[in-house]
């Protein structure tokens, strides 16, 4: 738990301020690419704290951290602490781009996404967040990390890329790059998400 803290709230952090600038890109395209390859890169750093009773991707993902913890690869315990260190980190990263903000260019966003929107895109992201953060903890390779982003970024406007990690949505809205309801409700639609795409998947197959 000492690490756990404060590993969740530097890599909500970074997500955050790596996200803002990749809504500065060329194209959203390389947007996307770039937020995939953070969430691959730290999905890789977790696994570095991956034991055979605990997986370490709550570390870096809250919704990660939700998941893990309905399938008992992650502690009920520590829960709460870990996604409140992810939402300090993603509000520290929005602080950071807000000042930033004057020294960058315009943003690839020019419309706010819709409530509905929103929420049935985040849940969906969630619920293939769920399936890759579970998918990675039992062997696979960590390139199936990126497969939530790419996603999110398919499906839904490109203010939400960062939807498969709720507390860096939450940096994002602190950053003044997308309303606080749209955030909200993304947020907190994955992260249910998260919950009910972790039990579907540990009924389809269940462990060993």
């Known amino acids: 738990m000492g690490r756990t803290v404060p590993i969740a709230v530097l890599t909500s952090a970074i997500t955050t301020l790596v996200a803002a600038f990749a809504l500065r890109a060329a194209d959203a395209t390389l947007a996307v690419v770039a937020i995939a390859a ?3 890169l730290f999905t890789w750093y977790a696994q570095l704290h991956t034991t055979d009773e605990r997986s370490g991707a ?5 919704a990660s951290a939700v998941a893990l913890a309905v399938v008992g690869r992650g502690p009920w315990s520590t829960l709460l602490p870990t996604v409140a260190a ?3 980190g993603g509000v520290i990263g929005g ?3 807000l000042t930033l903000d004057d020294r960058l260019g315009d943003t690839l966003v020019y419309a706010d996404p819709g409530l ?3 929420g049935v895109g985040a849940a969906l992201v969630g619920l293939i967040g769920a399936w890759a ?3 990675v903890d039992g062997g696979g390779p960590e390139a199936l990390a990126g497969v939530p982003a790419v996603v999110g970024g398919a499906v839904l406007p490109l203010g939400l890329l960062t939807v498969f990690h709720p507390a860096a949505v939450i940096g994002l809205a602190t950053a003044g790059l997308m309303p606080w309801d749209a955030a909200l409700v993304a947020a907190g639609a994955t992260l249910l998400a998260a919950v ?3 039990y579907a998947v540990s009924v389809l197959v269940p462990g060993e």
Request: aromatic content about 0%; hydrophobic content about 70%; cysteine-free.
């Open 38 to 40: 953070v969430a691959v």
């Open 58 to 62: 709550g570390m870096v993902n809250p």
């Open 86 to 88: 992810h939402a300090v």
């Open 95 to 97: 602080l950071l781009a």
């Open 116 to 118: 509905v929107v929103a």
């Open 133 to 135: 953060t579970l998918s």
């Open 196 to 198: 009910v795409g972790a």
